[in-house]
């Protein structure tokens, strides 16, 4: 198993350009997420999904848009960068059921916004 | 929503010693709580988990501690060696609506002098 890829590991932005976040899972997790990790602030919940077709927002969705149209594949989408999204964005699966499972995180993407 | 406060942010000890950090959370219904570790450059990786239900866990060199009438839990980890060092992460479950999140304290800095 691969486990919870991210591509790509780094991308320098522009403010205003667009560009898409992939995640993939080969768990066959039903539960995907995203967070995004600045110094002090821990992390922080974009958005979630618990299965293909349905997602919601965390804590700091904002300027953020995802979509599962697959069980694998989470990408997010940023339509607009800010220098405020400058941040490491995480990935992260794992399986639903009763009780808790273990969270699986991927190795990251280090966004930069200029 | 649920709330995890983490202490020390920064914690240095001698190889050898042993390293205490401590959480508080917020929502009394909160039952899922884990801890992971982050190396340089890396998503952060499960290495120890409690649930509500139990009062104490251990796994080698790491142990964590949950109090739930006081709502805090803690990691402890004995005779630290210099790959102890990276930082930790805890976290509490949501419960109700919210059980799908896991809400992440802000980190600790763990250095283990050689």
């Known amino acids: 198993n691969a486990g919870v890829t991210q591509t790509p590991k780094f991308q320098v932005l522009k403010t205003g350009q667009s560009m898409t976040l992939q995640c993939a899972q080969d768990?066959?997790?039903?539960?995907m997420s995203w967070y995004r990790q600045d110094p002090g602030m821990g992390l922080r919940l974009i958005h979630y999904s618990v299965g293909a077709g349905i997602t919601d927002q965390g804590e700091v969705p904002n300027g953020y848009n995802v979509s599962r149209s697959t069980t694998e594949d989470f990408p997010l989408r940023l339509l607009s960068a800010a220098p405020s999204q400058t941040s490491v964005y995480f990935c992260a699966s794992r399986r639903m059921g009763q009780g808790w499972h273990e969270q699986y995180f991927g190795p990251g993407t280090r966004l930069t916004v200029t | 929503g649920e709330n995890v406060e983490q202490h020390p942010s920064t914690l240095s000890v001698q190889e050898g010693d042993s390293a205490v950090i401590k959480c508080t959370y917020s929502?009394?219904?909160?039952?899922?709580f884990p801890w992971y570790k982050q190396e340089l450059g890396k998503g952060p990786q499960l290495i120890i988990d409690i649930r509500s239900n139990v009062g104490e866990k251990k796994d080698q060199r790491i142990a964590v501690t949950l109090n739930k009438t006081a709502k805090h839990f803690s990691l402890h980890i004995t005779e630290t060696q210099p790959e102890d060092s990276a930082v930790y992460f805890c976290a509490a479950s949501g419960s109700g609506g919210s059980n799908y999140k896991l809400t992440f304290g802000k980190g600790t800095l763990l250095t283990v002098n050689p």
């Open positions: 768990m066959n997790h039903e539960y």
């Open positions: 929502d009394s219904a909160s039952n899922y």
